[in-house]
């Protein structure tokens, strides 16, 4: 079994700072990428930006130069900080990851189960 937990959301006002965590725990040979997604009412969840095993990104047009995505492969956890925060980033942020739970399995693509992210005055 494999749990990816997601914690930091809250409420932040425009121009705030949030920092979202995702922990992967249980069996796990190893992680490839590892990202974070969004979705908003009404909208298609969307990619905010992910990281490879190498630390390799990539970002939303939308989001480059205010969030920072990282990684820590010992702790089997990724992070993202959200700076300058505007009303449209609010959404529930996802976290999502490829991992393989032995070393001679396969890749499994797996989701958390959201951390809301609230943008409002």
């Known amino acids: 079994q494999v749990q990816l937990v997601e914690s930091g959301g809250g409420l932040v006002q425009p121009g705030g700072s949030l920092r979202l965590s995702c922990a992967a725990s249980?069996?796990?040979?190893?992680?490839?990428?590892m990202g974070w997604y969004r979705q908003a009412p009404g909208k298609q969840r969307e990619s905010v930006a992910v990281?490879?095993?190498?630390?390799?990104?990539n970002y939303a047009d939308s989001v480059k130069g205010r969030f920072t995505i990282s990684r820590d492969n010992a702790k089997n956890t990724v992070y993202l900080q959200m700076n300058s925060l505007k009303p449209e980033d609010t959404a529930v942020y996802y976290c999502?990851?490829?991992?393989?739970?032995?070393?001679?399995?396969?890749?499994?693509?797996?989701w958390g189960q959201g951390t809301q992210v609230t943008v409002s005055s």
């Open positions: 990281i490879s095993s190498g630390g390799s990104t």
């Open positions: 999502n990851a490829d991992i393989k739970r032995l070393s001679w399995g396969q890749w499994s693509n797996y």
């Open positions: 249980g069996r796990i040979f190893s992680i490839n990428a």
